[in-house]
């Protein structure tokens, strides 16, 4: 078992070891819907939604039915299967109780279950020997941490409509290069504390 | 061997439940079960809910006009929501002015059916249908205009205004993998029911037009839906002015048939605009309406035709013979057919003249 403190491990996920800026887990969707911020915070809340559970549910499955059975190693594929569940069953609901938000995820939502960021939380909580708290922790902060990037990077774009950038770097490019630069500045906060 | 067993057993149980749930919901939230539709208070619809408006209404024969087939990008489907139609979504936002949001205009394709919904649209398009159709002839009248007469099949009717378009229906095809409609005035007169005809320019790269230009043969079948439109004849004894731009004298050519079937007696006069002489077509049409109409003038302006050229007609655009028609505005009305630059160019000029707007009806391609 791990000793970090969860408040301690929720903190470092969003500052330390941040899914995209110190990972760079999850650029796909991070890159392609970060064009408005209010669509950006509405899929931040989907990715920290489904990561929050799938954390939950994968740990549950791990701990209470892969280990007891000794089939640690058939993880991945029930991760992914319990993570694609999981997002289609939330896609169900929002598409009934929340249209607008799913007509602006449009696509996003079920590429959420091929989002490596989700994939990725949950095979760091497992490699980590994360207990549940911690888990469930790591998870929240993990999704509050792409959040918080993605609606950043939504706002820098927002600015970068109005300057000029040179035509070759356009989109993708100078998107990158914005993520690069956002992750340097993140890199400052690992002394604070480190979970790797 | 035990190890395999176990295996598979995990497996099968965790995808199994998972299947459970799934199911489960879709049965509970993901089921709108059937929502009823009003329709300008008098009709009444049953449909399955959790579909479009615009797919529901079109599987009950009732066709909303739509250029893009449902994907929010035409904006054509507008229909009138009084209750229970959702939240406004952006992508209408985008499509449909504020004040016609106000008033609870949505489009059809992006409201979906999860409430008893009472909507109002007009009630010519109950009278729209879904025809097929054979194609008799199919023919170049000029190098990028053709011309379509279309056999309704099984004897059917089509009741229409002279004026009135319908949308032709292009299936997927070589160069496009999905079904569009795009809209073609009718050129044929009203009293001809059993058949249309179609004059279609061919657009670079666009979808039907391609399949039109390039694909379809004498003898094949297509589908078409309509008549929609509020650009007709009006019944009236003011003089009529009509202009036209290219595949803009399909519905001049309608009205211009029926008035010469119902014997109409009014003086009128129909400005042609092209730009060569290779743009021009149905010449021999015009002069027979010429001949048989009451008192018809056809003004035909090229404004791509050198001094060289040997041309008898107007040199130049079609405003200027126009205008100078137009220096008495009295009693008379207009009909405008073309691109949306040239409509706007011609109604401010009509109304710089001093004619009143109300008289001035177009049809923007």
């Known amino acids: 078992m791990n000793g970090l403190n969860p408040f301690v491990l929720f903190a470092a996920s969003i500052f330390t070891s941040n899914m995209i800026l110190?990972?760079?887990?999850?650029?796909?969707?991070f890159i392609a819907v970060s064009k408005d911020i209010k669509t950006s915070l509405g899929l931040g809340q989907a990715v920290?939604?489904?990561?929050?559970?799938?954390?939950?549910?994968?740990?549950?499955?791990?701990?209470y039915v892969l280990i007891p059975m000794n089939l640690e190693y058939l993880r991945y594929i029930v991760f992914i299967i319990s993570i694609a569940a999981f997002v289609q069953l939330v896609e169900m609901i929002v598409e009934r109780q929340l249209p607008v938000l799913h007509h602006a995820l449009g696509i996003f939502l079920p590429l959420i279950t091929v989002n490596c960021a989700i994939l990725g939380v949950s095979l760091f909580m497992v490699i980590r020997k994360y207990?549940?708290?911690?888990?469930v922790a790591f998870g929240f902060g993990s999704g509050v941490g792409w959040t918080m990037a993605i609606v950043a990077l939504a706002g820098l774009k927002k600015r970068l409509n109005e300057s000029r950038v040179p035509k070759g770097l356009r989109g993708a490019g100078i998107t990158l290069i914005i993520t690069g630069l956002m992750a340097l500045g993140f890199m400052g906060f690992s002394g604070m504390v480190q979970i790797s | 061997m035990n190890g395999i067993v176990n295996t598979v057993a995990v497996m099968s149980g965790i995808t199994g439940f998972l299947a459970f749930i799934l199911t489960l919901a879709r049965r509970t939230v993901g089921d709108y079960g059937m929502v009823e539709i009003t329709i300008n208070d008098k009709k009444k619809l049953e449909v399955r809910g959790g579909d479009s408006l615009l797919s529901a209404l079109s599987s009950e024969k009732i066709f909303i006009p739509s250029a893009c087939?449902?994907?929010?990008?035409?904006?054509?489907?507008?229909?009138?929501?009084?209750?229970?139609?959702?939240?406004?979504?952006?992508?209408?936002e985008g499509l449909v002015p504020a004040d016609e949001i106000d008033e609870g205009v949505r489009l059809a394709c992006q409201v979906k059916l999860k409430e008893p919904i009472k909507i109002e649209i007009p009630d010519e398009l109950f009278n729209v249908r879904e025809y097929s159709a054979v194609v008799r002839k199919i023919e170049d009248i000029t190098p990028k205009i053709k011309?379509?007469?279309?056999?309704?099949?099984?004897?059917?009717?089509?009741?229409?205004?002279?004026g009135q378009y319908v949308q032709l229906v292009a299936p997927p095809y070589a160069e496009s993998d999905e079904s569009v409609q795009r809209a073609y005035s009718i050129a044929s007169c009203p009293d001809d029911?059993?058949?249309?005809?179609?004059?279609?320019?061919?657009?670079?790269?666009?979808?039907?037009?391609?399949?039109?230009?390039?694909?379809l043969k004498e003898g094949d079948h297509v589908n078409f839906n309509g008549p929609f439109g509020n650009f007709f004849y009006k019944d009236n004894d003011r003089e009529m002015i009509m202009v036209a731009a290219g595949t803009g004298m399909a519905p001049i050519l309608s009205i211009l048939r029926t008035m010469k079937s119902s014997g109409i007696k009014r003086r009128?006069?129909?400005?042609?605009?092209a730009k060569t002489r290779d743009d021009l077509f149905f010449l021999d049409k015009m002069q027979n309406l010429e001949e048989s109409l009451f008192d018809f003038e056809f003004v035909p302006a090229l404004s791509r035709i050198g001094p060289e050229d040997d041309w008898e007609g107007v040199r130049g655009r079609v405003t200027e013979p126009l205008m100078k028609h137009m220096d008495n505005v009295e009693n008379k009305e207009a009909y405008l057919c073309g691109s949306p630059v040239m409509i706007d160019a011609i109604v401010?000029?009509?109304?710089?003249?001093?004619?009143?707007?109300?008289?001035?009806?177009?049809?923007k391609f």
């Open chain 1, 131 to 135: 207990s549940l708290v911690q888990s």
């Open chain 2, 69 to 92: 087939g449902g994907k929010g990008t035409c904006g054509y489907c507008k229909v009138k929501v009084l209750q229970g139609g959702g939240a406004v979504l952006p992508m209408e």
């Open chain 2, 147 to 162: 011309h379509l007469v279309l056999d309704i099949v099984e004897g059917g009717e089509i009741d229409f205004k002279p």
């Open chain 1, 48 to 63: 920290t939604f489904v990561l929050t559970f799938t954390t939950v549910i994968n740990y549950l499955l791990y701990r």
């Open chain 2, 268 to 273: 009128c006069s129909f400005f042609f605009g």
């Open chain 1, 22 to 29: 110190a990972n760079f887990l999850g650029m796909c969707s």
């Open chain 2, 193 to 215: 029911k059993g058949f249309i005809e179609l004059i279609i320019g061919y657009v670079e790269g666009g979808i039907c037009t391609t399949y039109v230009h390039k694909y």
């Open chain 2, 348 to 363: 401010k000029l009509l109304i710089e003249k001093g004619m009143d707007e109300k008289l001035i009806y177009y049809d």
